[in-house]
């Protein structure tokens, strides 16, 4: 998954202890904001941690990733209301 307005997917290298780690992370997510999908990827190119939320909840996505903020309401113009 790219990231995208809805969502990013960080990719970590392979270590036990980090998955364990994100494992935990994605659960404590969940339990704060449970309107977003957290999906935690164990494969051949190491872990990838997807974090998708819906559209309005782009500052919360920015703030549970630590992204620059983003504009609070934006129109299907691209014009901040």
């Known amino acids: 998954m790219p ?3 809805d969502g ?3 990719r ?5 202890d980090l998955a364990g780690s994100l494992g935990r ?3 404590a997510e969940y339990r704060c904001c449970s309107f977003g999908n957290y999906t935690l990827i164990v494969d051949r190119t ?3 941690l997807e ?3 819906l559209a309005d909840a782009a500052g919360t996505l920015a703030a549970v990733v ?3 903020d983003t504009p609070a309401d934006v129109g299907a113009s691209g014009v901040p209301h």
């Open 3 to 5: 990231d995208t307005a």
């Open 8 to 10: 990013v997917a960080p």
């Open 12 to 16: 970590f290298p392979f270590d036990i």
């Open 25 to 27: 992370l994605a659960a």
């Open 46 to 48: 190491g872990l990838r």
């Open 51 to 53: 974090i998708r939320m």
């Open 66 to 68: 630590g992204l620059p």
